[in-house]
């Protein structure tokens, strides 16, 4: 042995409680268990060795906090604090992210399966001091999740020290996930109501927010727009091979061919099936020209809740429309994650829509006739119903009437109700449901049809059914108007209505004649009782359908007896078939009979004016 050397001596323990600190070995020498010497210098470097200590702080680069960003590209940034570090020194911290379930970690994969990782080699400055990491991941499979990162930090390739709390917060940041589901106000469902005010209510309900954090949902309305596709699929390999052959064809079969394959959806060999898909599209719903948005503005107060956004707008223009809610999550003017599927039913509001025509049961069409029993059909052609849903058509016939200073106003018809003698009917695809006996306390005449659709689109028919035979002799214009009404187990919602005066389809009118008789001769109503006398009866029409043909049909009745007058045992009578070009207009029926023997007597022409034999009016 020589006098001077070196010895060493190991110390095992467990550092883990000793991160950040500097530890110094202090020694002492001892020959047969007398100390010798010792060497106890805390300040001394030699002696010393330094334990590093990180933490982390994880954020998302857009938002610059805890709140992650939903995409398929996404940059967190991890701030790395050290302590410790011996400056000069290169060092390298590598990151993982890791995805946090209740119980435990896994790693977040990129697009390859692989480990979302980053690393960064730096020299300390100085003992204490940080450094930051950027991963960059897919965030869409991570709505509602949380992920943590982890971090290693190396020296010559051996690790010192990590930092791998999985309920660190400040390693944490926290993905938000929402889902929507939007309501009508008034029916409390899915079934829209159209007006000027309608209110809808979507419900966002959201998960994985940051308590006290405040945050904005922002709402889109957007029309659900079908979109045709075609796809046609070939049965034989020979198709081509007999459209060659029949190049030669004779030119008009091959247009007639053509035109077959057009309506038939086949090939010439008729070998090709033909089936249409319909997807959907989102169009954005637009009210005078701007868009229907919404938003609300809240603070959370726990990581899951609920929050309203309302929208408010006038859906006459858009009755008919599928609408769909849209829904963007927010914070600090940065979009964390939206809810956007046009074909989730959960953010579907179904907006209806009805249109009516008119029409008399005897005469079939808009012209009825003034008797004790009078029945108008009203038949409604319905869109956008929910099937299986029960509604209600509740009409009401109304009068047209001009006012003098040339405005229109709307009437309602009062009158007996009758049973009707058809039953209300409808499309294939419908049942209707029986009513109680209809009544009316203002004496207005009334007509209602409950109904169950099977299909989204239909017909249904209201039947109004009256004596009119106290109405006034004169020309009416009847307008049918109509409510559809859902029923929501025991609460009537209006959704729809249709109440135009001016609609024609709507419209239906009472004519009215009335007739000047005239000698054809001397033009007055004095007539020379000769073998041969010519009557002409002008007829004035009012409420006539342009382009019908009508039969005036008239007898000429004796006004002492009130009897029908007869020459040589027959009755006087003349018809004249007759187009309207205008609803009110003239015609003339003209009489000839032999006149003689008929001194004395007043004569009356007794007028009806037929469609298809049917009477529309009389006088």
């Known amino acids: 042995s020589k006098a001077s050397g070196t010895v060493d001596i190991t110390f095992t323990l467990d ?21 010798v010497t010792s060497h106890e ?14 933490h982390t702080t994880a954020t998302d680069s857009q938002t610059k906090d805890k709140e992650g960003v939903i995409s398929e590209e996404t940059k967190l940034t991890d701030m790395v604090s050290y302590k410790n570090l011996l400056p000069g020194k290169e060092y390298t911290v590598k990151g993982t992210v890791m995805v946090k379930t209740e119980d435990s970690v896994t790693a977040a994969l990129d697009k390859d399966g692989n480990p979302v990782e980053s690393e960064l080699t730096f020299t300390a ?60 106000q008034s029916s409390g469902d899915h079934q829209g109501t159209v007006s000027k005010d309608t209110t809808l209510v979507d419900t966002v309900a959201y998960k994985n927010l940051i308590p006290g954090h405040e945050y904005t949902v922002t709402g889109t309305l957007m029309k659900k727009v079908p979109v045709e596709k075609t796809e046609v ?64 503005t809240f603070t959370a107060e726990k990581a899951d809740g609920t929050v309203d956004v309302v929208f408010t707008f006038d859906a006459n223009s858009i009755a008919g429309e599928t609408v769909v809610a849209f829904e963007s999550l927010s914070y600090k003017d940065v979009e964390l994650t939206t809810h ?71 009437k309602a018809v009062t009158a007996k109700l009758v049973e009707a003698d058809v039953k209300a009917e409808g499309n294939d695809d419908l049942e209707i449901v029986p009513n109680d006996s209809l009544s009316s306390e203002d004496g207005s005449v009334v ?37 559809l009404y859902y029923q929501n187990e025991d609460k009537e919602v209006l959704v729809r209505t249709h109440k135009d005066i001016n609609d024609v389809e709507q419209t239906l009118t009472v004519p009215h004649i009335q007739t000047e008789l005239l000698d054809k001769e001397s ?52 018809e004249t078939e007759f187009t309207p070009e205008k609803a009110d207009g003239t015609v003339v029926v003209t009489f000839t009979f032999d006149g003689t023997g008929l001194e004395g007597k007043k004569i009356v022409a007794f007028e009806s004016c037929l469609y298809e034999n049917k009477k529309v009016a009389v006088h």
Do not use: C, W
């Open 523 to 574: 033009g007055s109503h004095n007539v020379l009782a000769d073998e041969t006398v010519t009557l002409e009866d002008t007829v004035e029409y009012q409420g006539l359908i342009p382009g019908k043909k009508y039969t005036m049909t008239g007898v000429l009745m004796d006004q002492e007896t009130g009897e029908s007058m007869k020459v040589n045992g027959k009755e006087v009578t003349a």
């Open 233 to 296: 699929s070939d049965k034989k390999e020979d198709s081509d091979k007999k459209e060659e052959q029949s190049e030669d064809a004779d030119k008009a079969e091959t247009d007639k061919e053509d035109s077959n394959k057009e309506e038939s959806g086949k090939t010439d060999s008729g070998t090709e099936d033909v089936k249409e898909e319909i997807s959907y599209k989102e169009e954005p719903v637009l009210i005078d020209g701007k868009p229907v948005t919404a938003s609300t």
């Open 125 to 184: 400055e100085e003992e204490d001091g940080k450094v930051s990491l950027d991963f960059v991941l897919d965030t869409t499979k991570l709505t509602g999740k949380d992920v943590v990162v982890f971090e290693d930090l190396y020296y010559k390739n051996t690790k010192l020290t990590s930092h791998a709390d999985k309920d660190d917060e400040g390693q944490t940041v926290h993905y938000p996930e929402i889902h929507t589901t939007n309501v009508d």
């Open 15 to 35: 550092t883990s409680v000793l991160e950040g600190k500097t530890i110094v070995a202090f020694e002492k020498l001892f020959h047969n268990k007398v100390e």
């Open 41 to 54: 210098d805390i300040s001394d470097e030699g002696q010393s060795v330094k334990i590093p200590q990180i």
């Open 447 to 483: 007509g209602q049809t409950t109904f169950v659709p099977k299909t989204a689109n239909g017909t249904v028919d209201v039947v109004f059914s009256f004596d009119g035979s106290e109405l006034t002799d004169e020309e009416h214009t009847y307008v049918a108007f109509e409510e």
């Open 340 to 410: 956007t599927d046009i074909n989730d039913e959960s953010q579907t509001v179904y907006l209806p829509e009805i249109h009516t025509s008119t029409v008399d049961t005897e005469t079939g069409i808009k012209n009825t006739y003034r008797d004790g029993h009078m029945t108008i059909v009203d038949t409604v052609t319905y869109k956008n119903l929910i099937p299986g849903n029960t509604y209600t058509l509740k009409g009401v016939l109304q009068e047209k009437i001009t006012k003098e200073d040339g405005t229109v106003e709307a």
